[in-house]
């Protein structure tokens, strides 16, 4: 089974930059659905974007089109999440999901069977 780990998150200031890593191995990501999600504290997990399983066909939320773009690297074996144009309300663990069930929904956190163990981002203000 396919084991993600994340890394790149920390803090930064409002209007600031970063790029989260996912690195997988015991699967190749191209073969899987990815997912980001991330969990604010006292909320639920929320989807932030996708990348479909064959194709390369993108998926994200509202709230962070146009500033976050979700990348794969098929030779590093890696999911990326570029996160620019940071506000505050971005603060939250995010996390790397991977689904290997055809057919499952990509925006909700029971169609991904794998996860990864998170990292914190927080933007201050």
């Known amino acids: ?6 890394s790149g998150g920390g803090l930064v200031q409002a209007g600031g930059s970063l790029r ?16 980001w999600f991330r969990q604010a504290p006292l909320k ?15 998926d994200y939320t509202d709230s962070v089109k146009g500033r976050f773009t979700i990348s794969r690297d098929n ?3 890696t999911v990326y999440l570029q996160m620019n144009s940071l506000k ?6 995010y996390y790397c999901a991977a689904s290997s069930r055809p057919g499952m929904p990509s925006r909700v956190p029971s169609g991904y069977n794998y996860w990864g163990q998170g990292t914190q981002v927080t933007v201050s203000s």
Do not use: I
């Open 1 to 6: 089974q396919v084991q993600l780990v994340e």
């Open 44 to 58: 639920e997990r929320e989807f932030v974007a996708a990348f479909s399983r064959f194709d390369t066909k993108t």
């Open 88 to 93: 505050p309300e971005d603060t939250a663990v």
């Open 75 to 77: 030779a590093e074996n």
């Open 20 to 35: 989260l890593s996912c690195a997988a191995s015991g699967g190749t990501v191209s073969n899987y659905r990815m997912g």
